[in-house]
């Protein structure tokens, strides 16, 4: 588990009351079992392979509150995952969160917070990112993306500047549909970001053509979108039985084999994925652990896949 400080767990608990017993490893899940990492190439530091993406969560915040969040990004940072990812919201969400649970202190010290502008705008786009800051109680980030490269002429100028004063270590930009990757590739030889974050998984596998080869040939990180395709992947596979097959990788759960299937590009950094449930973050975690498919398991999980 996380060693926190005393003063920072003690803080923690207070600011999550009753979920005390979330902050167990489960059954099965030895103390020193953190998630692999894999590099950022040429600056020493390495990130855990599957990170948490806070979309309906974070729109759920007003309804529900953020226990259910702190929850997710807990199971998270008790395996060694480290990197959440974040959108603009609206103004009332992005304040609860940003207080609620952006500066839990044992979240704001110990996550690779990913950021975004989202705005084709200029000027709102700097609005955006200064909110960010103040509401999640930052100076400095990890990284800083233009979303769905929107805007991306105005931005990008900007991003570098942030940079350059130090408010994030990282500037990239995100895709999330097969329209945007002419305009991603060029974007990748042009300015060599450093990182990209694309959509890739095995119903959605476009990635591997040409945005992931070039990515690793630059040398360039990726975080992955939409493993589970927003959760269409469930209903494609709802209700079928896993191969056994899939127990030659570690594999016991449909999440885990697009999860398996996406880290078995060696392209791939870290994937991001969206839960409301700390049960499936952990399902989706242990996805992370033990084998990974080869070559041609990955043609037999395209395959099975296309017959479902
Ligand atoms: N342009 C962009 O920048 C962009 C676009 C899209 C996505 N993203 C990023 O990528 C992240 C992930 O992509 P996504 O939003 O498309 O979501 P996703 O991770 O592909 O799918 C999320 C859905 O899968 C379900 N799910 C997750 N784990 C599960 C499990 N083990 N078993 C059963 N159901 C499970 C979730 O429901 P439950 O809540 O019930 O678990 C949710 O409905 C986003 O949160 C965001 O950070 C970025």
New binding site residues.
């Given amino acids: 588990m996380l060693k926190l400080p005393n003063w920072t767990r003690r803080n923690f608990l207070g600011q999550v009351g009753g979920l005390g017993a979330l902050m167990s490893l489960p059954p099965g899940l030895l103390p020193q079992e953190r998630l692999p990492t894999r590099p950022i190439p040429g600056t020493g530091e390495s990130l855990p392979i599957v990170g948490?993406?806070?979309?309906?969560?974070v729109l759920e915040i007003l309804s529900q509150g953020s226990e259910p969040i702190i929850s997710v990004i807990q199971s998270l940072l008790d395996r060694g995952g480290r990197v959440v990812?974040?959108?603009i919201r609206t103004t009332e969400i992005d304040e609860a969160f940003g207080r609620d649970v952006m500066q839990v202190p044992a979240i704001q010290e110990n996550i690779f917070l990913a950021t975004?502008v989202?705005t084709p705008n200029a000027e709102e786009g700097i609005r955006q990112h200064e909110q960010t800051m103040r509401l999640f109680g930052r100076r400095r980030v990890d990284l800083i993306?233009v979303?769905?490269l929107n805007g991306l002429e105005h931005h990008w100028p900007r991003l570098k500047e942030w940079k350059d004063e130090g408010q994030t270590s990282y500037i990239g930009v995100?895709?999330?549909?097969y329209r945007n990757f002419d305009r991603l590739e060029q974007f990748m030889r042009r300015e060599s970001p450093d990182f990209i974050?694309v959509?890739y998984?095995p119903l959605e596998p476009g990635a591997e053509e040409r945005v992931l080869p070039l990515a690793e040939d630059m040398g360039i990180p990726t975080i992955?979108?939409?493993?589970?395709?927003?959760?269409s992947?469930?209903g494609r596979v709802g209700g079928q039985k896993l191969p056994d097959w899939t127990a030659d990788f570690d594999c016991h759960?449909?999440?885990?084999l697009s999860l398996k299937y996406i880290l078995s590009n060696r392209a791939v950094t870290c994937v991001?994925?969206?839960?409301?449930?700390p049960?499936?973050?952990i399902?989706?975690i242990e996805g992370g652990f033990g084998g990974l498919p080869d070559e041609s398991q990955r043609r037999s999980i395209r395959q099975l896949l296309s017959n479902l």
């Fill in positions: 948490f993406g806070s979309s309906k969560s990812d974040t959108s975004k989202n993306q979303e769905s995100t895709v999330s549909n974050h959509n998984s992955i979108n939409r493993p589970f395709m927003n959760g992947y469930f759960t449909w999440a885990q991001l994925t969206e839960t409301t449930n049960d499936h973050m399902e989706n």
